[in-house]
Every structure is written in C-alpha cells, then in structure tokens.
C-alpha cells in the first residue's frame, strides 16, 4: 500500500526540552493509524511536528510525494493536512456556522464547500441546531465534533485527531468514532489517530505505533498489535487473558 | 437650555474623532494584543501627505483617498518592517518600540513639514444649516457613522473579516485551518493607519495641522478604547461620545476648561475600578 505521509527520523524538541528521537512512521494512503502510548510519550509533540506548529523539528516529513517540513504551518494545513488539536482548538466566540466557513477559508470552490457545510449537518446533526450560537456554549461531545467537521470542512488528504476521545461519555465516543469510520471507508480519508484508548484504537485502525519517551518502540499492523503481549499487557489492561486460555 | 444642547453636541462631535482613532488603537490591540501610542502621530503624518495635495491644488477627494492610502500602505509597513521581527518580544519591548516609533514619527513630520500650524480645509461646509451644529461637524458624525458601519460589515459579513476575528481569538487554530496569520496582521496595520488617517483629516480643521496637532487626542482616543473595552469596536465608539461629551459638560459647567482632560481621566479610571474590562470589553481580553 502507497503512504499519504511517510515521517523519516524525525526529532523534535520543545525549547530545549527534546521530546522525539529518531521517529520514523507512515500513514497509507486511506488507511487509519494508530499513534499509542502512554502521556508524555511525544504523541502530541509528533502530530505537532507534523504540522509545524509550538515545537522545533527536523527530520524529513513527505506528504503526497512532496517534501513539507519546514513550511509553514499555515501552508502545511493548505497542502491538505487538518489538524484537530488536542483541546480542540474551537472558536468558542465565535459561531458554529462561522466556525465551519473558517475550516474552509482556504478553500475558492465556494459551491463545494456550502455543500461540504450541509454534509457535516448530516454527519453531526447536533451543530445544525447550534449554527447561529457561540461554538463554546456547546458541550464537550459538541464541540469535539465541530473540531472534526470544522477539520473537514479544509476538504483534506489526511486528518490528524489528538485524542478525540478525552474526557467525552462512552456513547458519545462510540458516536464519533463511528462517523471517524464512516469518513475513512467512504471517502478515503487517511487519518492519523491519537489515542489514550487503545482497545478502541487498534480496532479502528490498518496500522499501529507504539511511542515510549519519544521513541518508536513497537509498530505493525493493527491485528498483530492487538495480539502483541507487551501492548496488551501495557495498553489493553488484559494481561491475565492468556495465562487462564 | 440652548447652551446645553450645544455643548452635548459638539462633545459629540469631539468624541467621534476620539472615537474613530480609539477604534484604530483596537483593531490593532485586537489582533496583536498592543495598543499603538504612535497611531496618532501616524494619522498626523497622512494628514500632512493630505495638506501638501490640496496645496498643490489637488482635489479634495483625491487628497483624502491618497491620504489613506498611504496611511494603509505605512501602517502595514511598520508592521512588516518593525513590528513583525518583535513578534515574541517582551511586552515591555514593544511598548518602548511604540513610544520611540510616537517621538520618531513626530520629529520627522517636524523635520519634512516644519513646525508652523497651518490651516487645514474641511469639505463639509456647505453642510452647515444655520443650526445647533456647524457644516464641517455635520460631516464628522456623517462620517464616523459611515466608518463604523463599513468596519462592521466588514468584520461580520466577509470572509477575509471573519478570519481577522478568528485570528484576534486563536491564533493557533486559525493557522492550523491554513489562514496567513502574519498577512493578516499586516492588513490589521494598515486598516488601522487608514481609519486614524480619517480621524486625522476631520480633526485637523479643528485642532489646525501641525506635529502636535494629535497628541491630546490620542489621550482621548486610549481613554476612550479603555473605557470602551479595548478590544471592542462598538465600545471604542461609545467610549469616544461619552468621554466627548463628558469632557464638554465637566469643562462648561464643572471645572472649567483647564481641569477637562484631568476630570475625564478621572471618569475613566472610576470606570475601570466598577468594570475593569471597560463597558464592552470581554473578560478574556483581562487574561493577560
């Protein structure tokens, strides 16, 4: 399978904290993966480095066969990559509506993006009835879903999500997840997932990365992941599973 | 009762020109989170760039539009030039940068001009009814109204507006959706350049043309953004007509002229201690 983005010995450093050494992964083009690992491992920093935004990187990042590392971020997200922050990143002064025009200010096709607003009312029905109120009057759940819609409205080759999961309800995680699954397979969006809960991850995702302080420790196809011991017993919480088969 | 209604409107009309430089001072503070103590002598400059037209007898209108075109044009210069190479300055930093760009725009216009007040003409004359307000002050509020009403619309209803409110409340997310951030900051500049170029057009018939000629008002101006809420454009325009008319009431009835400006600066701190994010200002803005 051809990668969307390949990520070649990246190393990044906060001021002179350094937080990643040495990371090498890839994304398949319209595939999902999986980025694991416990806090403070560099999963943030990666997707950070990635878009050149807060942190210092070098390394070599090719997105859709040209080299992007070292533009700007602004040009990086125009290049077709959206980025939807850890915190979410919303406009909560401003408007649900306004918040998704801003996903596609970058955008010319006019005609295509109003279409692209009406399809994420279908996907996210709860922003439609929001459209005209402050972004931040909404709840977690809500506004975690603007951040993805207002994401897509970039019409982008590849989404990058930092944990969408945390600190959201059960049921409303299973809802966005989902939509998350429903964009991959139909339009063949590639996605690079952060994710505190792996089970939820590894089921979702083709391939998988295991950091550990700033390092790749463990990597391959989802299905394999998901049987490895040592991401069970550190990741999955299952470690008894086989001892009692 | 005549005597009254004439000093409410002509402290008005003073505090639309404080209102219309106020809300320059806040479409920078908005997007840069400073307040520019040089706009003032900035919309000075201009005004002088206006004079030397209509002294050469170039039409009015013409004077104006290339008065604020070259308000636009420098103030986006200064940004790009000075201030974007300060972007992670210390806040202190920047405020003297500001107050040397205030002394150094100053003595250049004292330099290139020369010292001597000069007369400046107001196109409004014709304007005057014979009533409470003379033709030229007729213009201002006409004016002001209509800057106010196009910066609004601006902001809300075009695209290239909406992603300067986006990048006054998150920068980070507004790169991230793929704004130019830094164009934008430009554009803020020069956007406020213009609009202090018009204050200083309309104030220069009144206070006459010379280096100083802005210095009061930019007082008044940074009083009234203050008071208004900084961040805040309608704020900034109310702040203006209140301080205005405040100022003219208190120096015909309470003070006198002399103690005006101390009792309107008084006003403005008594403001600040009741709601210390300014009348319209929003809290977030106090975060810092």
């Known amino acids: 399978m051809t990668s969307i983005l390949t990520v070649r010995n990246l190393y990044a450093s906060y001021r002179s904290l350094a937080v990643l050494s040495d990371v090498s992964i890839d994304v398949p083009q319209g595939g999902m993966t999986a980025l694991l690992g416990a806090n403070g491992a560099g999963k943030t920093t990666l997707l950070r480095a990635i878009s050149q935004v807060m942190v210092r990187a070098t390394g070599e990042i090719t997105f859709d066969g040209r080299r992007i590392d070292g533009q700007p971020c602004d040009a990086i997200a125009r290049a077709g990559i959206a980025h939807v922050p850890d915190g979410r990143g919303t406009f909560t002064e401003l408007t649900v509506e306004e918040n998704l025009c801003l996903g596609a200010i970058s955008r010319r096709d006019k005609a295509a993006w109003q279409q692209d607003m009406v399809r994420m009312y279908d996907y996210f029905p709860r922003l439609h009835a929001y459209r005209r109120k402050p972004a931040g009057l909404m709840s977690g759940g809500e506004q975690q879903m603007l951040a993805i819609a207002r994401a897509l409205m970039l019409s982008p080759r590849m989404l990058m999500l930092d944990e969408p999961s945390f600190g959201l309800a059960p049921m409303i995680v299973r809802q966005i997840f989902d939509i998350l699954r429903q964009i991959n397979t139909e339009r063949q969006l590639s996605i690079l997932l952060v994710e505190q809960n792996a089970s939820l991850a590894l089921e979702l995702a083709t391939n998988a990365y295991v950091l550990e302080s700033g390092r790749v420790t463990i990597s391959g196809p989802a299905n394999v992941l998901r049987g490895d011991e040592r991401v069970r017993r550190a990741y999955l919480g299952q470690p008894e599973e086989t001892a009692h088969a | 009762m005549h ?14 020109i404080y209102a219309m430089l106020a809300l320059a001072l806040v479409v920078v503070y908005r997007s840069t989170h400073h307040v520019n103590f040089a706009q003032g002598e900035m919309a000075m400059f201009s005004t002088y760039i206006a004079a030397i037209l209509i002294g050469a007898n170039v039409p009015y209108a013409v004077a104006f539009l290339a008065c604020v075109l070259f308000a636009f044009v420098s103030g986006a210069l200064v940004e790009r030039v000075v201030m974007r190479p300060l972007h992670h300055a210390p806040v202190l930093s920047v405020v003297t940068v500001f107050v040397a760009l205030y002394v150094i725009v100053q003595s250049a216009a004292g330099l290139v001009f020369g010292y001597e007040t000069r007369s400046f003409p107001s196109p409004f004359d014709a304007l005057g009814t014979g009533g409470i307000l003379a033709g030229h002050e007729v213009g201002i509020l006409l004016t002001t109204v209509g800057v106010l009403a196009a910066m609004t619309a601006f902001f809300r209803f075009t695209r290239l507006g909406l992603a300067m409110r986006a990048v006054a409340v998150q920068p980070l997310s507004s790169q991230l959706v793929g704004i130019r951030v830094s164009r934008l900051l430009m554009l803020s ?15 220069a018939p009144i206070v006459f043309l010379d280096p100083h000629m802005m210095s009061g008002i930019m007082i008044y101006a940074f009083a009234a953004a203050i008071v208004g809420g900084i961040d805040s454009p309608v704020g900034a325009v109310v702040g203006g007509i209140l301080l205005g008319v405040f100022e003219n009431l208190a120096g015909a009835y ?6 005006k400006l101390t009792l309107a600066l008084v006003a403005m701190i008594a403001v600040l201690i009741v709601k210390p994010q300014g009348l319209f200002g929003s809290r977030s803005a106090q975060r810092l």
């Open chain 2, 3 to 16: 005597e009254l209604l004439h000093q409410i409107s002509t402290g008005i009309v003073n505090g639309c």
């Open chain 2, 254 to 259: 309470l003070v006198g002229t002399e103690l």
């Open chain 2, 189 to 203: 500049w020069g956007i406020a350049g213009a609009v202090g170029a018009i204050a200083g057009m309309l104030a």
